[in-house]
């Protein structure tokens, strides 16, 4: 076995994340630039090292999960979900049951809760935003963003929901009463049922095809009838049939 391999089988004995699944090249790249940062050997002293200390597993699983996240991401797609899913959507149910997976740092959930506010009260809106990391969910729970990260927010939008804090961004709390947060791992983790909209935006590309076959399979069956998946720009899925979708726009696929 190699030191990889039991530093896999460490980690996953130690947190239940199956580092196989995602892709080797890139995850090994990530990892060695830490523990060498660190300076660690190989895997196996890094693994050790894990093993003693809290603060350098949370560090870890930081460098694992790629938290690249802004406001109204491939703003376009907003527009779509705006305009033209949302109405699809509502016309089936006024109170969405709407989950965002892989949320990161809380700039996606937040964006659905705002694009969704054109059409219904926030009073109405309630998003589950999950990620494995608990780091960048205490970040998304405290709300507070560089400017950089609302680049692609509507004006109308930043002035009516965000608050400014010196060179940072803090969304209301009427925004941030929206969205629960909580701890999942999308490879091991029960998936909720009879969803109106999954989003899981740049995620997926990280994944191997086995993993992703695995999420896209329970994904569809988390959805409804009419349910719709949103995913992000670089990962279209070329065989939607396979899990019970159609493709109802670029990047959204329908639960047929």
Known sequence: MSDYEQFIAGIKNKTGIDLALYKEAQMKRRLTSLYEKKGYQNFVEFLHALEKDRDLMNEFLDRMTINVSEFYRNGKRWD???????????????RLKIWSAACSTGEEPYTISMVLSH?????????????????VIQKAKLGLYPERSLDEVPNDVKHKYFIQEGPFFKVKDEIKRTVTFKKHNLLKDTYDSNLDLIVCRNVMIYFTEEAKDQIYQKFSQSLRPGGV??????????????YGFEVVDTFFYRKI
Not at 80 to 94: A, C, E, R, S
Not at 120 to 132: F, G, K, N, R, Y
Not at 229 to 242: D, H, K, Y
Request: net charge negative; aromatic share 6%; proline share 7%.
């Open 80 to 94: 779509v979900l705006q305009n033209k899913i949302f109405p699809l959507l509502l016309n089936h149910n006024k």
């Open 119 to 135: 059409h219904i009260p926030l009073s109405q809106i309630q998003v589950l935003a999950t990620d494995i990391d608990e780091n």
């Open 229 to 242: 998946l949103f995913v992000g720009s670089t990962e279209q899925i070329f065989n939607p049939s396979r």
